[in-house]
Structures are given as structure tokens and as C-alpha cells.
């Protein structure tokens, strides 16, 4: 396929995948959508994946076209050494039978290999400057892959980070709007419970709220808590201790 052709191609599966980031419910469904277009685009590919960190760090594959990528992936993580940890930490897309690879990585290589497999092609996944993960293709081919192959999963590694980084961004987002919720519920509780001391005690609002504070020292519970007693027992007055 020409050049032009691959870009027309190309041009036509990010058009799939926008319509995965406007309509998937989740992050491992549309992953797992764009490893499959991946394996489908590069030619000789015998499966496609995703490697990211969880939230406890651990370096995990978060999509996979078949259970060969992921006892892969799972060797490089063991060892802590193979083409897509290194296209990770470097950078780098790097594609077996290239100069700068052979010889690296001998143990995965030999394991890797038992296991049927005889070409690889890893790319980082790059969000504004951060390194955030890494996509592969792997073949149970010999010389598999090609440069073009290698532009090609570039190109897909950039799609997926983009779609990474946005779901990171929209979780932050919820995150962020669920906690300024949680504080204005907590405004309005404390300040509902202030209006209360105030009418049944005969306090001004300072002195309402100082008899909050200092109930919620006491007993070593938070404000809102002390508050929320307050609005459930308007009529009820701390006992002093």
C-alpha cells in the first residue's frame, strides 16, 4: 500500500476511535478497541497491547488482543526487561531486527521465543511531556515488521495517549467537582448548625460557632459531624463536661 494509502487508512480508523472516546463507559472497553484496530491495521501483527500503571504503581497490561500478548507482557514485567518496558523508559519505538535492539534483553528474548514469538514492534505512549505507558504488536513471524509498521504504531500510540490522558483529566475533573460538592454540603450543614446555636443558645454568629469548634474538639469529631447532631437535634444543648 502506498504512503497516501496508509494515511487514508489511517485517517479513517482514528475517525473509529473518536467515536470509541465519545462513546465508550469505560477505560478498558475503548483500549481494548484501539489494541484491536491496531492488530487489524499492522499487517502480520498476531496481537496488540496496552501496558500502563495501576493506581498502586504496578505496571499492568490494560488491554490485550490475546492471552500470548499478556504472558508477554507479563515476562517483561517479571524481569523487568523487554522491547516495550524499554520503548517506555526511552522514548523510543523500537522494532526487532533493528541494530539498536539485537542482543538487548537476552532473557526475555530466549523465553519470549519459547513461547513462539519472532517479532515485536513497541511505541510510547506520550502525553504533553510525561512518558505514560507503552503499545505493542507482537508476531509469531519472522521480520514481521517494517519502518512503515513502526510510523504506523507511532501514530495509534499517539491516539491512545491523548485518550489516556482525557480520562485522566475527566476522572481529576469528578474527582475535583465530588470534593467541592462535599464542601459546600459541609458549608451549608456547619452554617444551618450555627443559625440553630444561635436561636436556641442566644449566641451571636462568632459565638456560635466557637461553641462548634469547641464541641468538635471535645469529643475529637470532625465539624461537619458536630453539625450534622446539631441539625438533627435542634433542641437538644451539650451537657458541659
Do not use: H
Not at 487489524?40 to 501496558?51: A, L, R, Y
Request: with cysteine; glycine share 8%.
Amino acid at each position: 500500500m502506498s504512503d497516501s494509502g496508509v494515511s487514508d487508512e489511517l485517517t479513517g480508523v482514528f475517525a473509529r476511535m473518536s467515536g470509541v472516546l465519545l462513546d465508550e463507559a469505560t477505560v478498558d472497553s475503548a483500549l481494548e478497541t484501539v489494541t484491536s484496530l491496531a492488530a487489524d491495521t499492522i499487517t502480520g501483527s498476531t496481537g496488540s497491547g496496552i501496558t500502563l500503571v495501576d493506581a498502586a504503581g504496578r505496571r499492568i497490561t490494560s488491554a490485550a488482543t490475546d492471552d500470548l500478548v499478556r504472558r508477554l507482557d507479563g515476562l517483561q514485567y517479571e524481569l523487568d526487561e523487554g522491547p516495550c518496558l524499554s520503548a517506555w523508559r526511552e522514548r523510543a519505538v523500537l522494532r526487532s531486527g533493528t541494530d539498536g535492539v539485537r542482543g538487548r534483553w537476552p532473557e526475555w528474548t530466549r523465553r519470549a521465543r519459547e513461547m513462539g514469538l519472532r517479532s515485536y514492534l513497541s511505541a510510547p505512549l506520550i502525553s504533553r511531556d510525561d512518558a505514560i505507558g507503552a503499545m505493542k504488536v507482537y508476531s509469531t513471524t519472522d521480520d514481521a515488521f517494517g519502518a512503515r509498521d513502526a510510523d504506523v504504531l507511532r501514530r495509534f500510540a499517539s491516539q491512545a495517549a491523548i485518550f489516556v490522558a482525557n480520562v485522566v483529566t475527566v476522572r481529576a475533573t469528578e474527582q475535583l467537582s465530588e470534593r467541592l460538592k462535599q464542601t459546600l454540603r459541609t458549608r451549608d450543614l456547619v452554617a444551618t448548625a450555627r443559625g440553630i446555636v444561635m436561636v436556641r443558645d442566644g449566641e451571636d454568629s462568632e459565638g456560635a460557632f466557637r461553641q462548634l469548634a469547641e464541641q468538635s474538639q471535645r469529643s475529637r469529631r470532625l465539624l461537619r459531624d458536630v453539625a450534622a447532631e446539631v441539625v438533627a437535634s435542634p433542641t437538644t444543648a451539650w451537657r458541659p463536661r
